[in-house]
Nanobody
Framework: VQLQASGGGLVQVGDSLRLSCTTSGRTFSGDIVAWFRQSPGKEREFVAAIPSRSGRAHYADSVKGRFTISRDNAKNTVYLQMNSLKPEDTAIYYC??????????????????WGQGTQVTVSS
């Protein structure tokens, strides 16, 4: 099972991007889905996560108010809308899913399936 992250690119400060995460071989409508990111020389960090059905999404403080995570279970897709991008948002963004979680975790080890990552570069 593999997740596919897409939508990255090179943008200017203040621009927006929308990342998408899909999966093949299974549906992840029942999974908690998260986005993580990793900048050069830094640890991979939690960005945002969304529960499978009801409940609130959770965001890292650094992206709160600028990023929005959403899902379309009919399309088997989770999105990360990123607005007001900053140079410090430059990173490889990974999506991940937890098929058995009951609450959102910010820890990588709690996510079972991972995508290959998509590069986001914010130029000043």
């Amino acid at each position: 099972v593999q997740l596919q992250a897409s939508g990255g690119g090179l943008v200017q400060v203040g621009d927006s991007l929308r990342l998408s995460c899909t999966t093949s071989g299974r549906t992840f409508s029942g999974d908690i889905v998260a986005w993580f990111r990793q900048s050069p020389g830094k640890e991979r960090e939690f960005v945002a996560a969304i529960p499978s059905r009801s409940g609130r999404a959770h965001y890292a403080d650094s992206v709160k108010g600028r990023f929005t995570i959403s899902r379309d279970n009919a399309k088997n897709t989770v999105y990360l809308q990123m607005n007001s991008l900053k140079p410090e948002d430059t990173a490889i963004y990974y999506c991940a899913s937890d098929p058995q979680g009951y609450w959102i975790s910010t820890l990588q080890r709690d996510y079972v399936y991972w995508g290959q990552g998509t590069q986001v570069t914010v130029s000043s």
